[in-house]
C-alpha cells in the first residue's frame, strides 16, 4: 500500500541573504527538474515558503519566526511511497540538501 510523506525543508536563519544570478537559478531549477524526473513518486513539488508568518498560541496572534528559532522552514514536497525507507531515498536525493545547512524532516502524511 502506498502512503504519503511530507518532505520538509529546513534551514538556518538568515537574516541576509544574496539572491542568485540569473544562472544560478537555472542550474537550481535543473536540479530540480531532473529530481522529478528520476522520482516520478513526487506528487506534488510542493513550494518554497516566504521566511516570515503568523502563528496562533493561546489565541494570541504573533509574527514568526520567533526569536528563540534557530531555523527556518522554507518549503516542502509530498511523495508518494511504500515506507520511510523509500520516502528517505527520494529525500536524499533532493537538490536542496546542496544548499549549505539545509536538511529535510521527512513525516508521514495519516491520511484521515
Known amino acids: 500500500m ?9 534551514g538556518p536563519l538568515q ?4 539572491p542568485p544570478s540569473a544562472e544560478q537559478m537555472q542550474q537550481v531549477l535543473a536540479a530540480w527538474h531532473a529530481w522529478k524526473e528520476t522520482f516520478p513518486s513526487i506528487l506534488d513539488m510542493g513550494d518554497g ?3 516570515t508568518g503568523r502563528g496562533i ?6 509574527d ?4 528563540e528559532s534557530k531555523e527556518l522552514i522554507s518549503g516542502y514536497s509530498i511523495v ?4 520511510y525507507d ?3 531515498v527520494v529525500a536524499k536525493a533532493c537538490p536542496i540538501l546542496a544548499a549549505p545547512g539545509m536538511s529535510i524532516e ?5 491520511g484521515y
Open 57 to 62: 498560541k493561546g489565541g494570541v496572534v504573533t
Open 15 to 18: 537574516t541576509e541573504q544574496t
Open 2 to 10: 502506498t502512503k504519503k510523506f511530507l518532505l520538509l525543508y529546513r
Open 49 to 51: 515558503l516566504l521566511p
Open 86 to 88: 523509500a520516502a528517505l
Open 80 to 83: 508518494a511511497a511504500a515506507d
Open 106 to 110: 521527512v513525516r508521514e502524511l495519516a
Open 64 to 67: 514568526g519566526p520567533t526569536v
